[in-house]
């Protein structure tokens, strides 16, 4: 049968070349279809991957976004939140050196103190130039050891070096909410480690350096401890998948007792410390992913009919060729063939060109490089797939007619 087969394609050369080049064709077409989607869907990914979505808690009405009252409630959930990532926390408080009486805060409360939760902070200056101690590192923000970073500066004046274990008086704010107002109450005297300096040297760039840096969780534990309600003045986040935005909402609607809601700025809208609203920049890559995901779509809906297009093709073509044989098939009918065996025979001849075509067409899709070698694989066995069952199709209808039939129709 083999040997048969063969001669047959080098009898029917024109016939097989035009099998072998349709079926070229249609894979090289199918993975520059597929290849398209990949590249909206690869375009999709690092969409979410380079436009970062930032996410600030806010006041309700969307007007402040530093100097507001984040509870604490709200600052465990968003620690333990699932769709998140890179935390942004702080607060502002006053301390002083050492201990000293309520009565003299005015003359001694002069160190502005930031606690933060990562030394990149939004609420830090930018190229804030700092140093530390030997096995220290800004991974210290992150952690609730209680040590600090001074002004060199402060430092000098002080006396004082790294390792140095010094007390302080620490006092914090109080938001009132509606009277765009603060009041400013004693929280206690903390001890604090000096593992790091700020350097202000240069007077001009060091004008907005904070005097003190604190890790957040330290002040938060100290505020605890002495059952002092705490709250941050700042909290920032980035959406940690922007492509699953609707789970992130879904996660930040259980925030809090209530869920962080939307800003409001209607009819009705009322001045307010509380940080209880968040605003998403996403409208941006809303609108980028949009257009790149309705394009997905729009391909992606073309696929069965591409399929259906492929299985048109192979029952055409193996039908318009199996007609110009028919003679030659019912000679095999005649000859005591039965109908799979004749079927066999013209189908594995068919098998050989449509595989070689497709061999081609994946070594030219290949080359483009549009897809990798395994998704060129399985478009090439997608488009041999539908065209060998067009031809089995085609085959066995022929197959149907008795070889006296054949010859009639012929």
């Not at 993975?31 to 990914?45: A, C, D, V």
């Not at 210290?140 to 390792?163: I, N, P, T, W």
Request: aromatic share 10%; hydrophobic share 45%.
């Amino acid at each position: 049968m083999y040997h048969y087969i063969g001669k047959s394609i080098q009898r029917q050369r024109s016939r097989s070349i035009l099998v072998i080049l349709v079926n070229c064709v249609l894979a090289i077409l199918l993975n520059l279809y597929f290849g398209l989607i990949g590249s909206y869907r690869t375009q999709l990914t690092d969409l979410a991957e380079n436009t970062p979505i930032k996410c600030t808690i806010t006041n309700p009405d969307g007007t402040m976004e530093v100097g507001i009252a984040v509870r604490s409630d709200i600052l465990r959930d968003l620690q333990a939140a699932q769709q998140i990532k890179e935390l942004d926390c702080s607060t502002k408080l006053k301390a002083g050196f050492g201990e000293f009486e309520i009565a003299r805060w005015e003359e001694n409360l002069n160190l502005d103190v930031s606690a933060v939760n990562k030394i990149d902070s939004s609420v830090l200056p930018d190229h804030m130039n700092v140093s530390y101690q030997e096995g220290w590192d800004e991974t210290l923000f992150a952690g609730a050891e209680k040590v600090c970073l001074l002004r060199k500066s402060d430092m000098e004046e002080q006396g004082l070096s790294y390792g140095d274990e010094i007390p302080f008086t620490v006092y914090h704010y109080v938001m009132v909410d509606e009277k765009r107002d603060m009041d400013i109450l004693e929280l206690g005297y903390i001890n604090l480690k000096v593992v790091g300096e700020i350097d202000d040297s240069d007077p001009v760039e060091s004008r907005e350096y904070p005097d003190m840096l604190i890790p957040f969780q330290t002040i938060w534990d100290e505020f605890d401890a002495r059952g002092v309600t705490f709250t941050a003045e700042a909290v920032s986040f980035y959406v940690k998948d922007p492509l699953a935005l609707n789970a992130f909402k879904e996660e930040m609607e259980q925030i809090g007792e209530n869920g962080l809601f939307e800003i409001y700025k209607g009819e009705g809208a009322r001045f307010s410390y509380k940080g209880s609203a968040l605003y998403v920049q996403d409208g941006i890559f809303i609108t980028m992913a949009g257009r790149l995901k309705t394009a997905i779509r729009i391909l992606t809906a073309f696929l069965l009919p591409m399929g259906v297009l492929v299985f048109i093709v192979g029952y055409v073509i193996s039908h318009l060729l199996a007609n110009g044989r028919v003679k030659e098939f019912a000679l095999f009918r005649s000859l005591g063939v039965k109908q799979f065996g004749a079927v066999g025979v013209f189908w594995s001849e068919q098998l050989a060109l449509v595989f070689l075509g497709n061999v081609l067409g994946c070594l030219a899709a290949l080359l483009m490089g549009q897809l990798g070698i395994q998704d060129i694989l399985t478009v090439c066995g997608a488009a041999f797939s539908g065209y060998m069952l067009g031809t089995t199709v085609a085959l066995l209808l022929l197959a149907r007619n008795k070889p006296l039939e054949l010859l009639a129709s012929e």
